[in-house]
């Protein structure tokens, strides 16, 4: 995985069909996304449950592109080396998951996997002042996490200026994780993000059987950031 920063979708299975989501990652991908976002939640940390270890290996072999593993689980550590063995090209953590989170990106780097950590919208940039050189991304979440289909936050936008200004010439990834759309994107790439999340947005209208609206929705994303340059 080589480092720069142009724009890059990553659609969240989150909003794929789980009864298909070999087919749905391939048809996603074939229409345009840079990566793929895997959202894993444990109904402790966020009040929501998806899929763990199995599932990711199980979708691994789906994926050409990147296997993006956002944990919304707490704790972490008990399951890096899972989801390192599973396949996951980066590997993201909450900083809010738990009180050792320098242990936590040095465990997720140690298993192989590039280290990201991901911000709650009310957990404040300067929470990074310590931690930068220790992280290949980090996550703004433009929504609390837990669910698709929320109202992004905007209040997220100030603070990947600041996170943007911070990172300077550090190969560190920016990602935006919620409420992704044509309106919402380009006030995010604007701001500095290099990696765009985005699960209703993209797999509206959409099915395996009639993919190209996912080629569309993922165009209609990516052009409403191209009038920025
Ligand atoms: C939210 C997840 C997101 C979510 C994004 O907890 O981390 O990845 O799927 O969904 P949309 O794009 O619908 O806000
Ligand atoms: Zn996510």
Same mark, same amino acid.
């Given at each position: ?17 789980? &009864? ?47 296997? =993006? ?57 300067? &929470? ?48 935006? =994780? ?31 059987? =009639? ?19």
């Amino acid at each position: 995985m080589s480092f720069d920063r142009s724009l890059k979708i990553a659609p969240s299975i989150l909003s794929a069909d789980f &009864a298909n989501f070999g087919q749905e990652i391939e048809a996603v991908e074939a229409q345009g996304a840079d990566w793929i976002h895997v959202d894993v939640m444990d109904g402790h940390f966020v009040p929501n449950l998806t899929f763990g270890p199995p599932l990711c290996k199980a979708i691994r072999r789906h994926i050409k592109t990147v296997m =993006d593993v956002h944990l919304m689980i707490a704790p972490v550590e008990p399951y890096i080396e899972a989801f390192a063995d599973a396949g996951a090209d980066v590997l993201t953590a909450h900083l809010e998951a738990g009180p050792h989170i320098h242990r936590t990106l040095q465990a997720i780097r140690g298993a192989g996997c590039k280290a990201g950590l991901a911000l709650n919208p009310g957990t404040p940039v300067e &929470a990074l002042d310590y931690l930068l050189d220790m992280v290949d991304l980090v996550c703004v979440m433009t929504v609390n996490p837990g669910f698709g289909g929320q109202k992004f936050i905007h209040s997220q936008i100030a603070k990947v200026e600041k996170l943007r200004a911070m990172i300077g010439d550090r190969p560190v990834h920016i990602e935006i =994780d919620g409420g992704i759309t044509p309106e919402t994107a380009p006030l995010m790439r604007a701001a500095g993000a290099d990696v765009l999340v985005a699960g209703s947005a993209v797999f509206k209208g959409g099915s395996v059987q =009639d993919p190209a609206p996912y080629g569309q929705n993922i165009r209609a994303i990516r052009t409403s950031c191209d009038t920025l340059v």
